[in-house]
């Protein structure tokens, strides 16, 4: 089997596969060897923004599962932008978030100038992220670093929805406590209310309720109520047949 000396006569950003370019495909594993491999991409001048594949770029793949921090480090020490937009995460930020890596999240903000409120990939803010993957120490940490809990993107609408879908209640106070507004309006279930009621384990009227004191208007409207509890339970019915 030919060494990855071999390969590199194809160049290092040659194009090509399911993990678009070899930098990438170097990074996604956590192992010495893939290690060793990146960094000779690096040394025999691999482009570290080199775009394409599911994971975007070498930056994005190195910080998903398995994580290889080591990797982030020289990527990051060898130009890798934290705020090129590709992938299925959009940016570096959204990739650490899902994969609770707070430290490599400080790493990226603090260090680095990943800009926090960026909207990419298919959930929107590195908040939505953390807050639809019920890790409330992420969820803290961003908001202390700035993140907007109203932004509106990606299939949940705003990231108190896509707790409130989740069931996250502890996620939901936070965020509450910092500013976010439960009437907002957007993604898929509409509202943080109707998100709580359409909820991914079915209808979860505890936590509507306590977010209905949070709103606004402080209304509640009955029907829908009983619609969405009645259309859950034939879902789950149909599921069965």
Known sequence: MAGPEAGLRAGPNAQGGRLANAPQAACINSSASHTAVAKLLIDHGANVNTQGGGFGNALQAAITTPTNHELVTVLLEHGADPNT?????????????????????KLLIESHGAEINRIGGNWGTALQIASEAGSQSTVELLLRKGADPNICAGHYGTALQAAAYRGFRGIVKILLEHGADVDAQGGAKGSAIQAALNGHDGPNQELADFLRTKSRSKTVDDDEVTLTSKTWTAARVGQKA
């Open 85 to 105: 937009s590709s992938g299925m995460f959009g940016y570096a930020l959204q990739a650490a978030a899902d994969g609770h890596h707070d430290d490599i999240i």
